[in-house]
């Protein structure tokens, strides 16, 4: 299965956005989805896992959650260093395959 | 404090092999999946390899299987990737990453090693 993204997304400053992550084929709910975040230059850090879960470290502006068709990041009350590309990820149970979606990249103006 | 520190990457020929190395500390190796991600230049995420704790077990992605082989030494908590018949689209950072939360889960993640395949 693949994973989709929006290939960009933009807002200002203090406001709320919300990233897309849609599943193929099969549903989004059968394996849990990570997100990870890499700001230019650095590698990706975790920002949320099983879903909704939030590492420590991690600002609670930062959540998770998924419907019926697809999992999401939310990130309110943006700020400039959350500029950076988000990545979703989740994995094939059957042969314990990992898969990245293509990423978005967030600009905050 | 977990670190991950990848080396070995280099300019290497198309059909020519290559050793890369991820130094682990911080955590328990031995009790933990460990995983190869690549990304090319400009481009996104790629999961290549991984690897169970007690190394007996091993996945590939499809674009790798049969060309590359993922080992560790527990001994030295060091995960390598032994890159054979290289190919120009194998051009990429490798980052090595550890999954403390379940294999599925990357957690932590090294600065990577650029392997460019080129002639």
């Known amino acids: 299965f693949m994973l989709t993204q929006p290939h960009s997304v933009s807002e200002s400053p203090g406001k709320t956005v919300t990233i897309s992550c849609t599943r193929s084929?099969?549903?989004?709910?059968?394996?849990?989805v990570q997100w990870y975040q890499q700001r230019p230059g650095s590698s990706p850090t975790i920002v949320i896992y099983?879903?909704?879960q939030r590492p420590s470290g991690v600002p609670d502006r930062f959540s998770g959650s998924f419907d019926s068709s697809s999992a999401s990041l939310t990130i309110s009350g943006l700020r400039t260093e959350d500029e950076a590309d988000y990545y979703c990820?989740?994995?094939?149970?059957?042969?314990?395959?990992?898969?990245f979606g293509g990423g978005t990249k967030l600009t905050v103006l | 404090e977990v670190q991950l520190l990848e080396s070995g990457g280099a300019l290497v020929q198309p059909g020519g092999s290559l050793r890369v190395s991820c130094a682990a500390s911080?955590?328990?190796?031995?009790?933990?999946?460990m995983n190869w991600v690549r990304q090319a230049p400009g481009k996104g995420l790629e999961w290549v390899s991984a690897?169970?704790?007690?190394?007996?077990?091993?996945y590939y992605a499809d674009s790798v299987k049969g060309r590359f082989t993922i080992s560790r030494e527990n001994s030295k908590s060091t995960l390598f990737l032994q890159m054979d018949s290289l190919r120009a689209e194998d051009t990429a950072v490798y980052y090595c990453?550890?999954?403390?939360?379940?294999?599925?889960?990357?957690?932590?993640w090294g600065r990577g090693t650029l392997v460019t395949v080129s002639s």
């Open positions: 990453a550890n999954s403390l939360t379940g294999w599925h889960v990357l957690t932590y």
């Open positions: 911080g955590f328990s190796f031995t009790n933990h999946v």
């Open positions: 690897i169970s704790g007690s190394a007996s077990a091993t």
């Open positions: 084929s099969g549903s989004i709910a059968s394996n849990s």
């Open positions: 099983e879903d909704n």
């Open positions: 990820q989740s994995y094939d149970a059957s042969n314990r395959n990992v898969v």
